[in-house]
């Protein structure tokens, strides 16, 4: 005598239901993106990084400086955090351009996914890695003699400002990743602006270092006013006026790459 047939839906019937947040995917693709960079050892890297920024543009100028008169410690960390901040930008471009490679990014537009959530996943994950790599480059900074002098809400200020100059370039670039969706083309592509933008601004040396002819533009572009904003929150405290010009570069930048990234993200190909 054969069994009675049961049907699916009494077969199931205790089995609790499950409801899919966006918030419970952000958590697991970001999850996802941290043990990759665990496991692959790209945190010993973030580690690391700011070391070699730190000895290398420490090092070879302070004796220099120190003959100006200026605490070269001091002068020059807030350029190594943002240098610091500018890998975090590249790693978020080439994890971008590898998913979009390799088809994940158009996998997880055919799911019951978040429409944001790949991208809001990336960003928090690069903002992880910046919180690490701006943790080790404030030790390092100490070693070599760099304080916060203004007090703690300054501190705070540098911190907060280098991390959301860090995310609003990651932003910007992990767009122009899931457009090329070539991580080597990429990587070489944003690192001569890097370089460029780094090595002629404020961030290395004063600006009558600098030729006349060139001095307005490295005095006015993007990085000099942040270096100009983070060294005065490390010390004595910064004023509006400084500070002002810095928020209106960030600002101005999130502006634009917010969109674009958005757009890049959830375009079909």
Same mark, same amino acid.
């Given at each position: ?79 190594? *955090? ?175 790459? *917010? ?11």
């Amino acid at each position: 005598m054969s069994a009675p047939a049961v049907a699916p839906t009494e077969l199931f019937a205790d089995v609790p239901s499950t409801r899919v947040t966006s918030f419970g995917q952000w958590r697991a693709l970001t999850g996802r993106i941290v043990w990759t960079m665990v496991s692959k050892g790209e945190l010993i890297g973030a580690l690391l990084t700011p070391l070699v920024f730190t000895v290398g543009f420490y090092l070879p100028l302070r004796l220099v400086m120190q003959f100006q008169g200026i605490d070269y410690a001091q002068f020059v960390m807030p350029i190594v *955090v943002l240098q610091t901040m500018a890998f975090t930008m590249m790693s978020n471009a080439q994890l971008a351009a590898f998913e979009a490679r390799t088809g994940f990014s158009t996998r997880l537009q055919t799911m019951p996914v978040g429409m944001l959530v790949p991208l809001s996943s990336r960003i928090a994950a690069g903002l992880f890695r910046s919180v690490l790599s701006l943790t080790a480059a404030l030790i390092y900074g100490h070693i070599i003699g760099f304080r916060f002098t203004a007090g703690w809400g300054q501190t705070i200020g540098f911190c907060a400002f280098a991390l959301a100059v860090g995310t609003m370039l990651a932003i910007g670039a992990d767009g122009l990743g899931s457009l090329t969706k070539s991580p080597q083309a990429l990587s070489q592509a944003l690192t001569l602006p890097t370089l460029i933008f780094g090595m002629m601004s404020c961030g290395f040396v004063p600006e009558t270092q600098f030729p006349e002819w060139i001095q307005p533009f490295v005095r006015n572009q993007p990085i000099t006013q942040f270096a100009y904003a983070l060294r005065d929150m490390a010390a004595g405290g910064v004023s509006w006026e400084v500070l002002r010009v810095g928020l209106i570069w960030l600002v101005g930048g999130a502006l634009v790459f *917010v969109p674009f990234a958005v757009w890049a993200s959830v375009r079909r190909a």
